[in-house]
């Protein structure tokens, strides 16, 4: 069965620091979405993308956060100075929902663990 | 904005017993409610889920009931097993098609004992 895919599993960063997360969403979806998820606590929608552009996106995805489709398979989240409080688990997900509503279901990638020193 | 809340924090049963994890949401335009199971330091995944359109789901041991007058939709797991163990997060949405954005409670960790 495919999977979403995201690398690497856990990154380390200096506060300041860039971050780029990788995920390579189901390849017939078509939505695209990243959470994440303090230790411990619920998760917490970022932002959703639809073709090639942000669809929603919450208060947390500020201006430090981006996304990108560079190629058709990965999907990508940059923080660009990272802060201690963005030490989090980072979950991608897709969707095929433009084939109806039963089709909606998020499917969620392995996620990245991101820690900021 | 939704506001999804969760009970209990801690669910802990006997193998064999039924646990039950009730939620109650805000918005009444939420319209699609997905339950997700997370074990430890893996991703989440979708065990079931329930449209407003529908009153009670059920597959296998798993069922969701949703009661939209009241905002409350609850799952019920049958005949637990130690596997069952993890944390289990209700959702609600609205909207249909790929643009719909789940908030998620705060999650229940149930620990079933052998």
């Known amino acids: 069965e495919p999977e979403v895919t995201q690398t690497p599993s856990h990154q380390v960063t200096q506060m300041g620091q860039e971050v780029i997360l990788r995920c390579v969403p189901i390849s017939n979806h078509l939505y695209f979405y990243w959470y994440r998820q303090i230790l411990g606590q619920k998760v917490e929608f970022l932002v959703s993308f639809y073709n090639n552009e942000i669809s929603e996106k919450s208060e947390i995805f500020d201006d430090q956060f981006s996304v990108e489709r560079p190629d058709g398979s990965n999907f990508t989240l940059k923080i660009r100075s990272t802060k201690l409080e963005d030490s989090a688990m980072y979950f991608c997900?897709?969707?095929?929902?433009?084939?109806?509503?039963?089709?909606?279901?998020?499917?969620f990638g392995p996620g990245t663990r991101l820690t900021v020193l | 904005g939704e506001n999804v809340e969760q009970h209990p924090s801690t669910l802990s049963v006997q193998e064999g017993d039924s646990a039950v994890i009730k939620c109650t949401y805000s918005d009444s335009a939420s319209n699609y409610f997905p339950w997700y199971k997370q074990e430890l330091g893996k991703r989440p995944q979708l065990i079931i889920d329930i449209r407003s359109n529908v009153g009670e789901k059920k597959d296998q041991r798993i069922a969701v009931t949703l009661n939209k007058t009241a905002k409350h939709f609850s799952l019920h797991i049958t005949e637990t097993q130690p596997e069952d163990s993890a944390v289990y997060f209700c959702a609600a949405s609205k909207g249909s098609g790929g643009s719909y954005i789940p908030t998620f409670g705060r999650g229940t960790s149930l620990i079933v004992h052998p």
């Open positions: 997900a897709s969707s095929n929902a433009v084939a109806g509503p039963s089709t909606d279901t998020q499917y």
